[in-house]
């Protein structure tokens, strides 16, 4: 009999597989992968079946749709990117660059303001204003305003958080995950570690279908071997108004440029535009050879 399930773990040989009901299976893999150099990864949609009594084997991997590498997942839906209304104050160009490597890897940012009960949401409606082409939603790990939504968008779906440290991370996985009991901090702590040991990352279950991987990830400090002809790629707002004269334009120093014209109109938000070329001046323009 064959099983479909989803990887939520993988230590020493061994995977553990869930399936829609959430039985979960310790298996082995097949052989072959080994041969063909294919290993198979948490968050792989795999088949597996019974060879002897109990002794489950991973028959089939799936396509993947992407793969992070740090942590190593595979088919990441979502990017549970966390912002705090205060305390830490929005930066909000390491938040243009966490998105942009959230897209980068073909991942879905879903922009969570946190701690909403701190500021009656005015930090909540600064960040829709300027990042509207996103989903943006508020919530409160305190007061639990905000949670039911938040499990809607994740629901069927592998989630990864993103995010600053002391933004919340931890305490939203606690209320996602009653039970889960992790202390504060804890999130974080797991990827301090993983620098000096072998980094085992989890797959939480969250609901039928549905997981939220326990170590956050994405840079938003750096972006990394980017081009500038790269950026314009992440910045879904240009998609509508990129009917600009020169092909390949970079919307800064071209004329009759169709996105500036959009930011001129307020179509684009300014704010977001102007860090875009900040960001722009700080990558490389061609590939540095040593
Ligand atoms: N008032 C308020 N405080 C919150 C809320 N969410 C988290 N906090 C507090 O913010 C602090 C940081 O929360 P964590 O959940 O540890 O943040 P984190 O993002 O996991 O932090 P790292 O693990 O360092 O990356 C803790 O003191 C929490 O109690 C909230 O919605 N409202
Ligand atoms: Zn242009």
């Known amino acids: 009999m064959e099983i479909n399930g989803v990887i939520v773990k993988a230590i020493a040989g061994f995977y553990y597989v869930y399936d829609r009901e959430?039985?979960?299976?310790?298996?082995?893999?097949?052989?072959?992968?080994?041969?063909?150099?294919?290993?198979?990864?948490?968050?792989?949609?795999?088949?597996?079946?019974?060879?002897?009594?109990?002794?489950?084997?991973?028959?089939?991997?799936?396509?993947?749709?992407?793969?992070?590498?740090?942590?190593?997942?595979?088919?990441?839906?979502?990017?549970?990117?966390?912002?705090?209304?205060?305390?830490?104050?929005?930066?909000?160009?390491?938040?243009?660059k966490l998105l942009v490597n959230v897209l980068r890897e073909k991942v879905k940012p879903l922009i969570c303001v946190n701690k909403v009960d701190l500021d009656n949401g005015k930090t909540l409606e600064v960040v829709k204003n300027q990042y509207g082409i996103f989903e943006v939603i508020g919530v409160s790990a305190k007061t639990g305003e905000g949670m039911e939504k938040l499990k809607e968008h994740i629901k069927g779906?592998?989630?990864?958080?993103?995010?600053?440290?002391?933004?919340?991370?931890?305490?939203i996985l606690n209320c996602l995950i009653p039970g889960l009991n992790l202390k504060v901090g804890e999130i974080s702590k797991k990827i301090e570690r993983g620098r000096h040991t072998t980094r085992v990352v989890e797959l939480l279950r969250a609901g039928e279908d549905t997981y939220i991987a326990d170590t956050p990830g994405f840079s938003s400090i750096e972006i990394t071997g980017m081009l500038k002809d790269e950026l314009k790629y992440y910045y879904p707002e240009f998609y509508d108004y990129e009917n600009c004269k020169f092909p390949g334009c970079n919307h800064i120093f071209e004329p009759e440029c169709g996105v500036k014209a959009a930011v001129n109109d307020r179509k684009i938000n300014f704010e977001r535009y102007e860090r875009y070329k900040q960001i722009f001046m700080q990558l490389p323009a061609q590939k540095e050879y040593d």
Do not use: H, M
Not at 75 to 84: E, K, L, Q, R
């Open 22 to 96: 959430g039985t979960i299976y310790e298996c082995k893999a097949r052989g072959v992968f080994r041969k063909d150099d294919i290993t198979p990864l948490v968050g792989d949609n795999v088949t597996i079946v019974e060879k002897a009594k109990g002794a489950y084997v991973i028959d089939k991997i799936l396509p993947r749709r992407n793969q992070l590498i740090r942590p190593p997942i595979a088919n990441v839906d979502t990017a549970i990117v966390v912002v705090a209304s205060v305390f830490p104050e929005v930066s909000f160009i390491t938040l243009d």
């Open 157 to 171: 779906k592998i989630s990864v958080f993103a995010g600053q440290s002391g933004v919340g991370k931890t305490s």
